[in-house]
């Protein structure tokens, strides 16, 4: 029973690092089709910065909305703290499936809105969208690659201390 239980532990570990970077790749996904929707807003409506981080919340999937709820209500402290501190604080507050290299890019997103014109601001959130969409692709090719990797080498690993343990 004790083997077994070293086994299933092991098989554990490994599927649960195959079941992150497949959370990461669905964040990532999540994130790439909120700036899609933000690049074509730009493009076409202009909104004010309060209106468009409303109806980006709404219409994003998690995490994306939850970091752009929560910009929105950080809004209100604008004058006391500047845009890209309140974007930086959100996304690192609301993307914990994110790799850190993920978190950087997004939070470069911050230093846009107030600095350039609504062009500027288009390009910059497209550039952020194919580096998160290419980034995406590198990740799913990898989860189909490594997440059946990352079972075999978990449940080797059990077997292992299973037989060192014995």
Sequence with gaps: MGALLLMGGGLYL??????????????????????????????????AMPELL??????????AREV?????KGMGDLG??????????AVDEHSEALAPADRELLCRLGDLPGRCGWEDQRRGVETLRQSLQAQEARLRSDLA????VYGTLGLSAGALLTILLL
């Excluded at 752009?68 to 929105?72: D, E, G, I």
């Excluded at 006391?80 to 604080?89: H, K, N, P």
């Excluded at 690659?145 to 059946?148: A, D, F, I, N, P």
């Design 14 to 47: 490994g599927l649960g690092r195959a079941a992150a970077l497949a959370r990461r790749c669905a964040a990532l996904n999540a994130w790439c089709a909120a700036l899609a929707h933000w690049e074509g807003e730009l493009a076409f409506r202009l909104p």
């Design 54 to 63: 409303q109806s980006l919340s709404v219409k994003s999937a998690s995490p």
């Design 68 to 72: 752009l709820a929560a910009v929105r």
């Design 80 to 89: 006391e703290q500047s845009f890209s501190a309140i974007w930086a604080r």
């Design 145 to 148: 690659r490594e997440g059946k």
